[in-house]
């Protein structure tokens, strides 16, 4: 079965630092998408990066990448210089070929000044 | 921009109403999801429609039904609303199945069932 596993539930980076957001994924596709999305305190679910299976490079969008390996089934998202309006619930989600998204536990992250 | 609307951001009912959750979409995207959230359990996705009049049953579709008119409309309904029905509800619509499909989300409807 399909599946996304996030096992940080809350991290601690201070700001101007890296942090890496921990996810895991498991499907028998060979086919699939990954995302990360951004939950603020608000609810909107804000979109931050996209790896598709077969994408050979590693997804960038500004100050987010995704460290994508794909024999460990794992994309990991990784923020560079961390600021105050970091702060937010992320989720990781896999799209399986219906075109439905399987979403991670999520992982609450809080920058310190 | 793509656009999501949910008819009520805050939504108090009582145990054994019927309640109408409204998502609108604009940029007349072909699928359309009802997911549930709680704290935990992330997203959990309930019912989803990949064109008007049709609908498939998500991952937890008990106690809930859709329905799809139009386009640009999907409805969660929640025949007799029940206290463990109590969760934030968020909407989202996407272009059809393709490589890249990003969901776009609206800003939920956190109801509660008293």
């Known amino acids: 079965a399909q599946k996304i596993t996030q096992t940080q539930p809350g991290m601690f980076v201070q700001e101007k630092e890296a942090v890496t957001l921990d996810c895991t994924y498991d499907?028998?596709?060979?086919?699939?998408?990954l995302f990360w999305y951004k939950q603020p305190s608000s609810g909107e679910m804000i979109f931050l990066i996209y790896?598709?299976?077969?994408?050979?490079q590693n997804a960038t969008e500004g100050r987010y990448s995704l460290n994508f390996q794909k024999a460990r089934k794992s994309a990991n998202l990784v923020i560079s210089a961390s600021q105050l309006g970091d702060s937010a619930m992320y989720f990781c989600?896999?799209?399986?070929?219906?075109?439905?998204?399987?979403f991670g536990q999520g992982t609450t992250l809080q920058v310190k000044p | 921009d793509v656009k999501v609307t949910q008819s009520s951001r805050y939504l108090v009912k009582r145990t054994g109403e019927k309640v109408f959750l409204e998502c609108v979409q604009d940029?007349?995207?072909?699928?359309m999801f009802w997911y549930r959230q709680d704290p935990g359990l992330g997203l959990r996705l309930i019912y989803f429609?990949?064109?008007?009049?049709?609908?498939e049953k998500g991952d937890i579709p008990e106690g809930y039904s859709v329905s799809r008119e139009k386009k640009e409309r999907f409805s969660l309904i929640l025949e007799s609303a029940s206290t463990n029905q109590t969760s934030m509800y968020l909407c989202?619509?996407?272009?059809?199945?393709?490589?890249?499909?990003?969901?776009?989300f609206g800003p939920g409807t956190r109801l509660t069932v008293l």
């Open positions: 989202a619509s996407s272009p059809p199945r393709g490589i890249y499909n990003e969901q776009f």
């Open positions: 499907t028998s596709d060979q086919s699939y998408g």
């Open positions: 790896q598709g299976s077969y994408d050979e």
């Open positions: 989600a896999m799209r399986e070929d219906t075109g439905k998204l399987i």
């Open positions: 940029m007349d995207h072909e699928n």
């Open positions: 429609s990949y064109d008007v009049k049709m609908k």
